[in-house]
T-cell receptor, first 113, second 116 residues
């Protein structure tokens, strides 16, 4: 059962445009992480958000954790072809249980030059 | 410094066979986790080991087993392979075990298993 729903599943936009990817759940998470995965590679951690309402910026990427710690968003400003990849959100359960990270299905992002 | 290394990178097996996948964590990391990523899906948690003990297990059948060695490397074993076991198997290492709320995982490139 997927507890994290990501939307959209696929997104293809032109270089220079802005975009937002969403990660939603009915469950509360103690922290939420965003990863980017390229073909033939493992996911690479972009950011971890821990506090409800937290906003983190990584160059042109802005990550937000919902106030209730059930959802998150990733906003990319002025997208570039190098941003192309599979973006995954992953939550750690509240309470710190030993059940690993719960991943969403991911958003496949293609930035056309 | 070397990252998380996994072997083999690709392998093909037939139904009913057994497979062993290997993982070497980042030096100094004591926790290893295994994830299965089926095509088109996000990774799904299989096991976590910390200090050579199993600390977590996902919703996978008993055909899946793992262990962690004194040098913190790990093996994932899958018996009686099914077609549905075809996937990318990812190993991730971290400093801490699961109880750290902001545990940072570093993933390897994975082992691509195809079951025919």
């Amino acid at each position: 059962t997927q507890l994290l729903e990501q939307s959209p599943q696929f997104l293809s936009i032109q270089e220079g445009e802005n975009l937002t990817v969403y990660c939603n759940s009915s469950s509360v998470f103690s922290s939420l992480q965003w990863y980017r995965q390229e073909p033939g590679e493992g996911p690479v951690l972009l950011v971890t958000v821990v506090t409800g309402g937290e906003v983190k910026k990584l160059k042109r990427l802005t990550f937000q954790f919902g106030d209730a710690r059930k959802d998150s968003s990733l906003h990319i400003t002025a997208a570039q072809p190098g941003d192309t990849g599979l973006y995954l959100c992953a939550g750690a359960r509240a309470g710190g249980g030993a059940d690993g990270l719960t991943f969403g299905k991911g958003t496949h992002l293609i930035i056309q030059p | 410094d070397a990252g998380v290394t996994q072997s083999p990178t690709h392998l093909i097996k037939t139904r009913g066979q057994h497979v062993t996948l290997r993982c070497s964590p980042i030096s100094g990391h004591k926790s290893v986790s295994w994830y299965q990523q089926v095509l088109g899906q996000g990774p799904q948690f299989i096991f976590q080991y910390y200090e050579k003990e199993e600390r977590g297990r996902g919703n996978f059948p008993d055909r899946f087993s793992a262990r962690q060695f004194p040098n913190y490397s790990s093996e994932l074993n899958v018996n009686a392979l099914l077609l549905g076991d075809s996937a990318l198997y990812l190993c991730a290492s971290s400093l801490f075990g699961a109880r750290s709320g902001a545990n940072v995982l570093t993933f390897g490139a994975g082992s691509r298993l195809t079951v025919l």
